[in-house]
């Protein structure tokens, strides 16, 4: 019986022959004062646009992040990752916005219909987020705000997510729709004035899930859509839409059951790596800011979850034609694979008793005398079938073993 222990490890990637857009070595951010870190990282970006609403976009994202960063506020938030959730939320408004030849100010100034939303609140801005965070978030940035917080919220003791419930009861069908107009009238005149306030109740909102959840880590980016309904996803099915004519928002009511959990797409993996609407995920914005620091980090956080990110599924993007910047910077897709590690390795305890399912599987094993064995092994519940073995020289020398199961995306466990 062959019996090998060993720590995971990242397969090294062979050489693809295609020269990377940029260095994988990336650019030291972390010995530049807040001020460099913005500059250079808006100028890079600002390369990738493909139209004003986008410099636009950035351009003030930098500012507001810039003086809130400067007063330690939203610093684990990025540029990145303002453009990466604003492109997701709002892809289509913004090239419409483009054709328009709309500009400034007015780009922040639309909401989108509740009916559009999950929970039924109306979406503000290029961020999509709901009154709720304006109303929760925004009133400590505009003392307005602070003031339609507590006529329409403190004073019916209500939270936001409920204040117009609660305002039902009170002013009864007719007064509580009138009073809600006005207030959604006046939330929306404050906005109009102040964009700004736009870009700081994302830097917060974002600020919060990463410090509840983890810096770019598979919950907290999936949270700004809504976590309750991003739970138990299936790898498999990470590309799938993420809404569903269907939904039911799980609630104590329906015993937190969401009908379309095992077929709904991964928000947050479409955020960092792209999907059919948006070919620029978070990936490809840190990938052009050359911050290869945090795109290690953010692979870093990823690796325990079952949707781990890996360059196969780059690869999937790329071969569904989903990938329309390749048009113009084709060669940055090379420089986020570069990033992006090989097929996911889970610990193998026992080869042949190990494996509890049928599967076909390429183990790498590299012996102490700095020669590399491949194993192609063909594996079945009744044993190993066949073994196929070549043997490379390699430039350094420890003992690990790696390699994917074909019936992961399946969900089952193997060690």
Not at 4 to 19: L, Q, T
Not at 194 to 201: A, F, G, L, W
Request: aromatic share 10%; with cysteine; charged share 25%.
């Amino acid at each position: 019986m062959l019996w090998i222990i060993f720590s995971c490890c990242d397969k090294v990637k062979e050489p693809s022959g295609e020269v990377p857009d940029i260095p994988v070595v990336g650019i030291d951010y972390s010995s530049m004062t807040i001020k460099e870190k913005l500059d250079t990282k808006k100028d890079l970006m600002l390369s990738y646009t493909i139209n004003q609403v986008e410099e636009e976009i950035i351009t003030r994202c930098y500012f507001v992040l810039l003086k809130g960063q400067k007063n330690g506020n939203w610093l684990n938030v990025e540029l990145e990752d303002l453009i990466s959730h604003a492109l997701q939320e709002s892809k289509g408004e913004l090239v419409a916005m483009n054709k328009e030849k709309i500009k400034g100010k007015e780009i922040w100034n639309f909401r989108s219909h509740p009916a559009n939303d999950l929970s039924g609140l109306i979406s503000w801005s290029v961020f999509q987020a709901v009154t709720a965070n304006y109303l929760e978030i925004g009133r400590t940035f505009h003392t307005g705000i602070d003031t339609l917080y507590a006529e329409n919220v403190t004073k019916y003791q209500a939270t936001v997510w409920n204040f117009s419930t609660k305002m039902k009861e009170a002013e009864g069908e007719e007064g509580a729709r009138l009073k809600f107009t006005h207030m959604i009238n006046r939330l929306e005149h404050i906005l109009w004035d102040n964009p700004d306030i736009h870009v700081r109740v994302i830097c917060e909102l974002i600020q919060k899930h990463y410090d509840s959840l983890g810096i770019r880590s598979p919950n907290a980016i999936r949270e700004y859509f809504w976590l309750m309904i991003q739970k138990n996803l299936n790898p498999s099915h990470w590309l799938n839409p993420v809404r569903f004519h269907d939904d039911i928002p799980p609630s104590s009511s329906n015993g937190y059951v969401d009908n379309n959990a095992h077929k709904r797409g991964d928000y947050g993996k479409q955020v960092v790596l792209g999907n059919s609407y948006n070919d620029r995920g978070m990936i490809f914005w840190y990938a052009a800011s050359q911050d290869k620091e945090r795109i290690e980090r953010m692979i870093q956080m990823w690796k325990s979850d079952p949707a781990h990110l890996k360059d196969d599924d780059y690869k999937t993007l790329k071969r569904k034609g989903y990938l329309r910047y390749m048009n113009t910077h084709s060669k940055l897709y090379n420089t986020v694979l570069a990033y992006l590690p090989d097929n996911w390795c889970p610990l193998i305890k026992n080869i042949e008793t190990g494996l509890q399912t049928p599967c076909n599987f390429v183990l790498y094993l590299e012996n102490l005398e700095k020669m590399e064995t491949h194993a192609s092994i063909s594996h079945s519940e009744n044993g190993v079938n066949s073994i196929q073995w070549r043997r490379t020289r390699r430039a350094e020398g420890s003992l690990c073993i790696w390699g994917m199961p074909a019936n992961y995306s399946n969900g089952r466990k193997w060690y």
